[in-house]
């Protein structure tokens, strides 16, 4: 079963992905933060920083696109194609309201007919690109799943990765796993699982039941425990000193990126909202982690976690929250 690595904007870009790569690696697919094709076809200077292959060497990249109009995905999965990659990924799954308004994204799941016409143009014609979907189980209600998968099981979609929630859960409660299950038989391509997965014996209990799956996806745990691929695959879990080195190599790639040292303390605590949970204790310091402004009492901040917090084997839970 192959173990992907979730695309989150302003977390899993071409900065993380390298320095994950580099550092702890096992991870089989990295699916990009999503792009959104503009009419002018063709990706912006911006957007190239991230797809270009020189920058994604080594790795096995999966583009994301965001996208309603069919000519515009067409173009940019067939410069992606040009640029060397083997598959595309649509975005069906993201909840935010600035996306779905525009009926992107989940917005898309409300009117299946239209997602219809969607892929009856995507597929018109033999595309030099497998094209894959990530999903979300309906907007409102999981009854909803299936109109989606009687339009997704008319199409050579390569694979439908399911991020086991509807819209309106956004990211709260726990995983749909039953109507995930129940609609598995149902589905004729090859599907991955996504949601909540955060330890290594979840990988191994889904590896175990379901043998089924193509896929299974990792979202936050991959930065709360950048390590979670590797010991999955037998290697050893992530040391104090190794996730030090990571958060600093990933540090001065953000501030060469930025120009700016305060912006990179700003972004950096994205990434601690996840990394602390692989610490045992030290909510005080975590708490002023994440107030601070001021780049050397972060700095020294950070120095006194990596100094005095033991690590855990496995990340606390911390970021679930109740429906
Ligand atoms: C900060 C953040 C950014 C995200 N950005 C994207 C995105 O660009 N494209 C996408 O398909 N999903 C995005 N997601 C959703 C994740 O890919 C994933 O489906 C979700 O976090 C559930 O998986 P997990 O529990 O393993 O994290 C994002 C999630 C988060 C928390």
Redesign the pocket.
């Known amino acids: 079963m192959l173990l992907t690595l ?6 899993t870009g071409i900065v993380f992905r390298r320095r994950h790569h580099e550092f702890f690696g096992g991870v089989d697919r990295y ?1 990009t ?2 792009f959104t094709p503009t009419v002018e076809p063709e990706f912006t200077e911006r957007q190239m920083r991230e797809l270009s292959p020189e920058a994604n060497r080594g790795m096995n990249v999966v583009p ?1 696109l965001m996208a309603k109009d069919a000519d515009r995905f067409l173009w940019a999965a067939k410069r992606l194609a040009e640029l060397g990659y083997s598959e595309v990924n649509l ?1 069906l ?2 909840p935010m309201g600035t996306v779905t308004g525009k009926g992107k994204g989940c917005g898309f799941l409300r009117h299946p007919d239209e997602l219809r016409e969607f892929f009856e143009s995507v597929f018109a014609e033999p595309l030099p690109i497998a094209v894959s979907v ?1 999903t979300r189980l309906g907007w409102n209600t999981e009854e909803e799943f299936d109109d989606l998968i009687r339009v997704y099981a008319d199409f050579p979609i390569s694979e439908l990765i399911i ?1 086991a929630r509807v819209r309106n859960d956004f ?1 709260k409660g726990d995983p749909r796993t039953e109507c995930f299950l129940r609609a598995l038989p149902k589905l004729p391509m090859p599907v991955g699982f ?5 330890l290594v014996s979840q990988i191994s209990e889904w590896e175990k039941t379901h043998p089924e799956l193509q896929s299974l ?6 930065v709360a425990n950048p390590a979670i691929f590797r010991e999955a695959r037998g290697g050893a879990p992530a040391s104090g000193e190794e996730l030090a080195a990571f958060h600093d190599a990933l540090m001065a790639d953000y501030a060469a990126a930025f120009g700016s040292i305060g912006n990179t303390v700003g972004h950096m605590k ?1 990434y601690w909202f996840y990394m602390k949970n692989m610490f045992e204790g030290g909510e005080k310091l975590f708490k002023q982690l994440l107030k601070t402004k001021n780049v050397s009492d972060y700095e020294s901040l950070v120095q006194e976690i990596a100094t005095t917090l033991p690590i855990r084997t496995e990340p606390a839970y911390g970021w679930w929250k109740p429906v």
Do not use: T, V, W
């Not at 979730?6 to 977390?11: D, F, I, N, R, Y």
């Not at 996504?194 to 955060?198: E, Q, R, S």
């Not at 996806?217 to 991959?222: D, E, K, P, V, Y």
């Open positions: 979730a695309p989150m904007e302003s977390l699916y933060p999503f994301q975005n799954g993201c990530k991020h990211y996504n949601g909540d997965i955060h996806m990792i979202g936050r745990a991959s994205q």
